[in-house]
């Protein structure tokens, strides 16, 4: 039913592991989902010794080497490999909580018109303030995108994958989930729930980490909020003024 998609590049091999721990623990049957690792480049023993163990011993996992090519390229051809009706998204340095595919499959089925959904996360470890919230439906998600930024944690999307397959990935990353969400609003709901479904960990050399730059961040918010006012017209004359603030630029004060 679902196919969890897991992009793997020089990963921290603890991290690997528990990550990998979580996917095997999940609530669901193993008979519902498979898992596809795609590794960016090459992998050094030790990290192929845990992979080939897993798969051995886990007949939902797969994994497949590619030339290095980046994360968009990486992800766009484990999005193509899918044969299921949805995909979900995981991160090499996350934790799945035990229930998220089984909530967010069952989620998706029960509301067939969101074609993206996403969940909260529980940063970890050493966060004061360890969860974290998103905007939670289609106007208020647009609306951030358009406004502040991504409005979506990546590794916690599940969606159709009939749809990805016909969007794919179109940018580097660490733009390649920012601007692809806005375009899932032209086929149906988004959608992010308050359940924290997915530890997050926080560490330095996260791709996440990495400063956006500010031109291709205006291009972004630009594209959520051509889609933004497409499809919310009565609000244009409100909040259309706010935008052109935004993005005129401002003088610099001391």
């Known amino acids: 039913e679902v196919t969890i998609i897991l992009p793997v590049y020089s990963p921290n091999y603890k991290f690997l592991k528990e990550c990998l721990s979580s996917i095997e623990s999940q609530t669901i049957s193993k008979n519902h989902f498979d898992l596809l690792i795609g590794c960016d480049g090459r992998i050094n023993n030790k990290i192929r010794g845990l992979l080939d163990n897993y798969v051995e011993k886990n007949d939902f996992a797969k994994y497949k080497i590619f030339h290095r090519g980046g994360l968009k390229n990486t992800l766009n051809k484990l999005v193509n490999l899918c044969d299921t009706k949805f995909i979900a998204r995981m991160d090499a340095d ?66 159709e994958s009939k749809i990805i397959k016909k969007i794919l990935y179109t940018h580097e990353s660490p733009y390649e989930d920012y601007a692809l969400w806005c375009k899932f609003a032209k086929f149906g709901k988004l959608k992010n729930i308050n359940n924290p479904l997915l530890k997050y960990r926080v560490h330095e050399m996260q791709i996440s980490s990495k400063k956006l730059s500010y031109k291709k961040m205006i291009k972004i918010r630009i594209s959520y909020a051509k889609i933004f006012f497409s499809k919310y017209k009565f609000v244009s004359f409100f909040i259309l003024p706010i935008f052109i603030l935004l993005f005129l630029p401002h003088k610099r004060t001391i």
């Open 94 to 159: 996350d934790v799945m909580e035990n229930n998220r595919l089984e909530f967010q499959l069952n989620f998706l089925k029960n509301n067939p018109d969101v074609k993206l959904l996403g969940t909260a996360i529980r940063l970890f470890p050493n966060k004061k303030f360890n969860i974290k919230y998103h905007p939670t439906n289609t106007f208020t998600i647009l609306l951030f995108g358009a406004i502040y930024g991504n409005p979506f944690s990546h590794p916690t999307i599940m969606c």
